[in-house]
């Protein structure tokens, strides 16, 4: 059994893991921490990386499954537009693209619904199992393989990608561990054998 989070388009690494074990628990009951992959991801865009990020409601709910997502700013057109811009030259942008656009169209109440509807779009695309149960209260000390601060959005990866070409390979070295979008896009049906080669 691992223990991990949910995530807004989870990084490759996290799709690595979650391929590796067959019995997983996502965390609902941890508080919100600021800063991460939970309402958050990382693709390359024209100008290097660019970090796609939800606003989130400060009601005072702190427990992840609780966090309302704001609509204040039309985020959902920013991040659509900016995978437009960054990924319209892919070789497989327009093979996911009427799956993909169902998500920006929708309005979750809450980010982690949203987070579990990336989930769902990836463990399809990548021929994963969706398979999995939800923590009833917060786990202080785990026992089990506990990957929830695994993650680090601010912090260089343990976790190393093997090279595949990227939209802007001839602008920037390899950029590792971006959004699981970043590989869909550049790979298309190899992502689900690629991300079980390291």
Request: glycine share 2%.
């Amino acid at each position: 059994m691992v223990l991990l989070p949910c995530f807004y388009f989870a990084p490759i690494s996290y799709y690595n893991v979650w391929g590796l074990h067959k019995d997983k628990a996502i965390e609902r009951w941890e508080n919100f921490p600021k800063q991460t992959y939970r309402n958050r991801c990382i693709i390359q865009g024209a100008n290097g990386k660019l970090p796609l990020i939800i606003p989130i409601e400060h009601s005072g709910a702190r427990i992840i499954k609780d966090i309302k997502i704001s609509y204040s700013s039309a985020w959902q057109k920013i991040h659509w537009k900016s995978l437009q811009s960054s990924y319209q030259s892919s070789p497989y942008f327009e093979y996911y693209e009427d799956s993909l656009s169902k998500i920006f169209e929708k309005k979750e109440t809450f980010l982690f619904d949203l987070n579990l509807s990336t989930l769902e779009w990836a463990c399809k695309i990548l021929d994963l199992d969706n398979n999995f149960i939800y923590t009833q209260e917060y786990i202080q000390k785990s026992e089990i393989m506990d990957f929830r601060i695994s993650f680090n959005a601010k912090k260089n990866d343990e976790y190393k990608n093997p090279y595949y070409i990227q939209v802007f390979s001839d602008r920037f070295e390899f950029m590792n561990n971006l959004s699981i979008l970043d590989l869909v896009f550049n790979v298309g049906p190899k992502s689900a054998n690629y991300i079980k080669t390291f």
